[in-house]
């Protein structure tokens, strides 16, 4: 039994721990935080079904003045687990890692982190031999962990030369104010760092893009443009997407009209949060231009880099060297499997 540490409970750590939870060969040992957020809050009044830990010396009044009841210390809980999922904001698991190295646990960090940090920038489909007992991974963003999955699969079935891409991004999560109350679209320069890390970890696929931030909060919407090697039309693209245990295709005529549809068809599932860890495609988007093939997803973007960092535990940890058996696995108890 893989004993693990989740430390950061915000957006991704609260998904990670439930995540670990539901794997019938990981043991959640505990999380830590610092501050007695609305997150903590809920959690107490679920009952506390995890042990929280203070990750920062000195500062347990915090939460127990809050009513939270704290464990112990973040160095307590990093010597009794085998590896700690790092969730904290940018740049703060730079800092975490001499901790970790300290007491000799490997770790995964998000996508927010420096690519230099780790040995191995790591996707669950595309590269997990990469992964297999290294000491520090990091995942890729929400964005990238979507584009590899879909590109991926498509390039195992027909090859993909070259891939143009389009993101229309999400500006904040839900609930986030820091960012102020927007009305406007904001480009960045080509190439966006998707494109990027995607030719990073499927470096024989060329790669650029472009990204838009929009106003609204429920997931991103990426246009991908592909150069094929072989030929597929888009009825072979779509029955070949279906495959995929990590995506939903659906249809934009059944009411999938936009990504808030998406939303609202998690939480009328009654999935915890209203979370999403598949991609989603349009049938309709997908079509042939020229020799290219097009087609458009959804990016659930608080919950999909979830079950790759499940795929990272078990490589990292050795627990399954063969990829293929691994992400099987981290599907199962996650609840998730291609129809038929």
Known sequence: MTKVAVVGYGVIGQRLADAVAAQDDMELVGIADLAPTITLRALVERGMPYDLYCAVPGQEHNLE?????????????IQKVDIVLDATSPGIGAKNKALYEKHGKKAIFQGGEKNDIVDVFFHGYANYPKGVDADFLKLTS??????????HWLDQAVGVEKAAITIIRRVADPGDTFRGLTNNLQIEPVPNHQAVDLMTIMP???CTGVLVHTPVTHGHII??????????????AIALFKTHPRMK??????GFDSNGAFFRYARDKGNMRADMYEVGLWEETVAKSGDDLI??????????TIPETIDGIRAA?????????AVALTNKYLNMSAPG
């Open 65 to 77: 003045d809050a009513g939270i009841p704290v464990t112990g210390t973040l160095e307590e809980l």
């Open 142 to 151: 929400c964005n990238t962990t979507g584009l590899i999955r879909t590109v």
């Open 204 to 206: 024989h696929v060329d």
């Open 223 to 236: 246009s991908i443009v592909a150069k094929t090697k072989k030929d597929i039309s888009p009825e072979e």
């Open 249 to 254: 295709v659906v249809k934009i005529a059944d």
């Open 295 to 304: 087609f458009s997803i959804n990016i659930p973007q608080e919950a999909i």
């Open 317 to 325: 940890t050795g627990m399954q060297t063969d990829g293929a058996e």
